[in-house]
């Protein structure tokens, strides 16, 4: 009798497995985006992801590691980063985009402290590298000329105590990043390179002031800002209405939007 009642038990449990299996129980899909960034509120909030499983992890970077590897499924990331950093020729040959699937387009901007004065500046100095060509030069590195943003136009901040006096007395720009090509990342020879890092060296020099690049905690951007242990946010930032509100951002200059991240077939 014990037998059989164990026997009915193991069929049972079987039955359930095998219906499980049927129903899409394995069918559970991983989508991953960096923490704090435009791609995890994508992943969060857009219907499309609605069935997956949704994992923040600490860089795009990685959530490209995570699709390699096999555990994720898929990553929603930049747009500017997929360009030269997946595909053939890449660490991330076997990854691709799926083509007809994006999300809404973004602008990228420059975060200062709200209500800093040095956002001015800096606007200006943006404007004079477009006119001159510089820009479009360094985008070309990086292939991301067709992404610039040529409108310049911007009112003025009016600072009761001038940030802009603070930077210019220590004379460098501390500017906070976070690593991801093309924007910032290290060569093969540890060498800090990239669109961010090249544009900001070239407005740093039209303002008479040394660069000095601080890699963050993206989730603590907007403290270190604050807390004057860096100047500004200069790192592809999406801008965003909540962000808007609470720090100083400079003109826009690169269009992006989300894209998905899959292994090629």
Sequence with gaps: MKMKKLFAVLMAVLMVALCFSACGGNDVKIVVAEAGSAGETVMNTDSYFADFTKTPVDTQAKTLTEVKSGTADMAVIDYVMSIGSIGEGTDFADLKIIEDVSFSPEEYGIAFR??????????????????????????????????????????????????????????????????????????????????????????????????????????????????????????????????AANMQISIPYMENKQVVVVKAD
């Design 114 to 243: 709200k209500g800093s004065d040095a956002v001015n500046y800096v606007n200006k100095a943006i404007n004079e590298l477009e006119a001159d060509g510089t820009l479009t030069e360094i985008a070309k590195k990086y292939k991301l000329q067709d992404l610039l943003l040529g409108d310049g136009t911007f009112e003025e901040v009016k600072a009761e105590e001038s940030d802009w006096e603070y930077i210019q007395k220590k004379g460098k720009l501390v500017v906070g990043i976070t690593l991801f090509a093309p924007m910032n990342y290290n060569d093969e020879n540890g060498e800090l390179i990239g669109f961010e890092t090249e544009f900001a060296k070239a407005v740093a020099a039209k303002l008479g002031l040394e660069v000095e690049f601080q890699v963050i905690d993206w989730n603590s951007k907007e403290t270190e800002l604050a807390s004057k242990n860096i100047d500004c946010i200069w790192n592809g930032m999406t801008i965003d209405a909540e962000r």
